[in-house]
């Protein structure tokens, strides 16, 4: 499955493609930046108690970084052609960020959670940030992710910054199949177990799983406790793509519709799909 593909079979996904399109050509001029790898000993006991990895004072993985890589994409989406709504939305953005003394550091510590931050449009610069955020973490989330032992984690937040999991993943065949957690944030990708709702913890008695007419290998999986939901990807090979949140959005439209509610973090709460 290509991208142009999946946009003839889903028309009305074209304009949330072509805004992140446009968002990750501009986040790939960015001068790339990367996080040094910490030290995996000095956080073994935080990751052993649960305690993830960016919000680790023993890992002491600095962020401000990133968010100068963040200041810098709004800065170049807000001077680009842009649709004029989005065009108008990052200069705000922009103009509010630099009031901000140490504004790389006030975007580090919004993603993270501090409610201090109130920006003009905060689902907005989520999504910027985070972008730009990822591609510094990268060299960290992958080496992460060779170091450390899932089977020691199994929880339902992600082990890099702590966000619940916007999407995941069957892969495997039965009867070793795993679930992978998908992080819609900061990418990272980790096991959970295949019973349980990775929001409320409830057991399988709980879950129930909905197809989607003309959507094979995507499913919306749900808690009958808590009413949360879970986007599925039920295959390989296409990960890049169907597990792109912007790819599957119309299934949180689905899924809302029946009263579902979506509790992990989305980088799409600014709902572009509504500007023409």
């Known amino acids: 499955m290509t991208r142009d593909l999946w946009l003839e079979a889903h028309v ?18 960015v001068e790339a930046l990367d996080a040094p790898v910490p030290d995996w000993d000095d956080y073994r006991r ?27 994409l709004l800065e170049r989406l807000a001077s680009g052609t842009s649709p004029e709504w989005f065009a108008a939305q990052t200069r705000a953005l922009e103009s509010d960020l630099r009031r901000e003394p140490m504004a790389s550091r006030r ?5 993270l959670g501090d409610e201090t931050i109130t920006p003009p449009f905060p689902g907005l610069l989520r999504y910027l ?15 992460f992710d ?4 899932d089977e020691r984690w199994l929880r339902r937040y992600c082990p890099t910054c702590g ?12 009867p070793g199949r795993m679930r992978l957690l998908s992080c819609g944030c900061c990418g990272t990708r980790w096991q959970f177990k295949r019973t349980g709702c990775p929001f409320c913890e409830a057991d399988s008695q709980r879950l129930a799983s909905m197809t989607i007419e003309g959507e094979p290998g995507l499913r919306i999986d749900h808690c009958e406790s808590c009413g949360g939901y879970l986007k599925t990807y039920d295959g390989q090979g296409n990960e890049a793509l169907l597990l792109s949140d912007w790819s599957s959005v119309h ?10 509610k979506r509790l992990a973090a989305s980088l799409y709460e600014f709902d572009p799909v509504r500007h023409p």
Do not use: C, H, K
């Open 146 to 149: 060779g170091w450390r032992d």
């Open 163 to 174: 966000s619940l999991p916007a999407m995941a993943q069957l892969v495997g065949v039965d």
């Open 251 to 260: 299934l949180d439209v689905l899924a809302q519709d029946r009263g579902l």
């Open 46 to 72: 935080d990751f052993l108690a649960g305690v993830p990895l960016l919000s680790s004072a023993a890992a002491a993985v600095d962020l401000e970084p990133g968010g100068r890589m963040a200041a810098a």
């Open 107 to 111: 975007i580090a510590d919004f993603l």
């Open 129 to 143: 940030a985070w972008t730009a955020m990822a591609r510094f973490l990268r060299p960290v989330v992958n080496a």
């Open 12 to 29: 009305y996904l074209r304009p949330l493609a072509d805004l992140s399109a446009q968002v990750e050509r501009a986040a790939a001029g």
